[in-house]
């Protein structure tokens, strides 16, 4: 389930993610980026990650941010899933928290580490909480004591990233760039510390999620040559190679998928 943030936060929350599944046995998911940082809390057992080896897994703090995603990773549930994902804007890191947003690539915070007192507070009133409303309602209330101390996005950023959504990604840099009063390493410095990743791999995201969309709605598992092209692929095999190396998956194994949690968490 998705729902959308207070109005005083939507500069800083995209929307909210509800996970609730009863599954009583180890399970695991596949997660993928979807070019947004975010915040999780788990309401029950957290999830367990594995390392880059696959060899240990570690379990993950009762409520943390986490940055972009460089790459896919596995994480595993040992028992009954139920989670709260406050999915963030992309340059929230940088505008809210007060970070640098490559320093959290591919890698999690607790809560508290941000927050304090105050995290922690709000992580027992949540796992107390009696609907997901209230729960919603004690997140924001945590959240907007923030933006007192927010930065302002520079208007040049603010356009870019107007231009690469508008287009669901299927902007060239130098296209982008005849649009901004900045030069290319600009552009770069800005989307790493605002973002965390360069201008043509946030892009790429966006059009992989602009893609995942269409995919969702096409209700034909093994027909999807119609969106290639629509989604600024050149051929099968260049969306292949590109799904692959983002999510691990191919299209059709996606569509497939029975238990899909969010557009970028899946059961595997």
Do not use: C
Not at 64 to 74: D, E, I, K, M, R
Not at 86 to 104: D, M, N, R
């Amino acid at each position: 389930m998705q729902l959308p943030p207070h109005h005083l936060l939507q500069d800083l929350v995209k929307h909210y993610l509800i996970i609730d599944q009863k599954i009583g046995k180890q399970q695991s998911y596949r997660m993928f980026s979807d070019g947004n940082p975010g915040i999780v809390f788990h309401l029950k057992d957290p999830f367990l990650k594995w390392n880059e080896e696959n060899s240990t897994a570690a379990p993950q703090v009762q409520s943390f941010v986490y940055g972009q995603l460089s790459h896919y990773n596995t994480i595993v549930s040992h028992a009954d899933l139920k989670m709260i994902v406050v999915v963030l804007q992309p340059y929230a890191l940088f505008t809210h928290l007060g970070i640098a947003a490559y320093e959290l690539n591919d890698d999690t915070v607790p809560l508290s580490i941000f927050f304090g007192q105050a995290a922690r507070d709000a992580e027992e009133q949540i796992v107390a909480a009696l609907s997901t409303t209230e729960a919603i309602a004690i997140i924001e209330r945590l959240l907007i004591k923030r933006l007192i101390a927010s930065r302002y996005l520079t208007t040049d950023f603010k356009l870019a990233m107007r231009s690469i959504y508008e287009y669901h990604g299927l902007i060239s840099i130098d296209d982008l760039l005849q649009t901004l009063p900045i030069t290319e390493r600009q552009l770069e410095r800005k989307f790493r510390e605002h973002i965390g990743t360069s201008p043509k791999k946030f892009t790429d995201t966006i059009k992989l999620q602009h893609f995942l969309k269409l995919l969702q709605k096409q209700p034909n598992k093994d027909k999807i040559a119609d969106l290639i092209y629509i989604s600024g692929y050149y051929d099968h095999a260049h969306l292949n190679r590109s799904f692959k190396k983002m999510t691990g998956f191919t299209p059709i194994h996606y569509k497939q998928a029975q238990h899909v949690l969010a557009i970028n968490l899946m059961q595997v």
